[in-house]
């Protein structure tokens, strides 16, 4: 089975501040997350509109990630991906930084 590589590398992009395991899947998995689902979030939902969008939420209201040292709950996720919203806004624009 071969893995589609998406065309962005919101992955290898520079951390803010000290990153870990949690933060780099979190980034991999917004890297493979369609376009066009991407343009529909809304920064104004609810944690539990954004949750019930994602689709990938647990009953217990983090983000079901593999191999991550801690949980991501809604603001660390909508945090996460609206940073790489920007970043897609960013390539799309033909700008690297």
């Given at each position: 089975?071969?893995?589609?590589?998406?065309?962005?590398?919101?992955?290898?992009?520079?951390?803010?501040?000290?990153?870990?395991?949690?933060?780099?899947?979190?980034?991999?998995?917004?890297?493979?997350?369609?376009?066009?689902?991407?343009?529909e979030?809304?920064?104004?939902?609810?944690?539990?509109?954004?949750?019930?969008?994602?689709?990938?939420?647990?009953?217990?209201?983090?983000?079901m990630?593999?191999?991550?040292?801690?949980?991501?709950?809604?603001?660390?996720?909508?945090?996460?991906?609206?940073?790489?919203?920007?970043?897609?806004?960013?390539?799309?624009?033909?700008?690297?930084?």
């Open positions: 089975m071969t893995v589609d590589q998406p065309v962005w590398n919101f992955e290898q992009e520079p951390y803010p501040d000290r990153s870990d395991e949690t933060d780099i899947n979190l980034r991999a998995y917004l890297d493979r997350m369609d376009d066009r689902k991407m343009q979030y809304r920064p104004q939902w609810t944690a539990e509109q954004l949750m019930e969008w994602d689709g990938n939420f647990k009953n217990d209201g983090s983000l990630l593999i191999c991550s040292e801690r949980e991501v709950k809604a603001g660390d996720y909508s945090e996460a991906l609206e940073d790489c919203i920007r970043y897609r806004q960013r390539i799309r624009d033909g700008r690297l930084k």
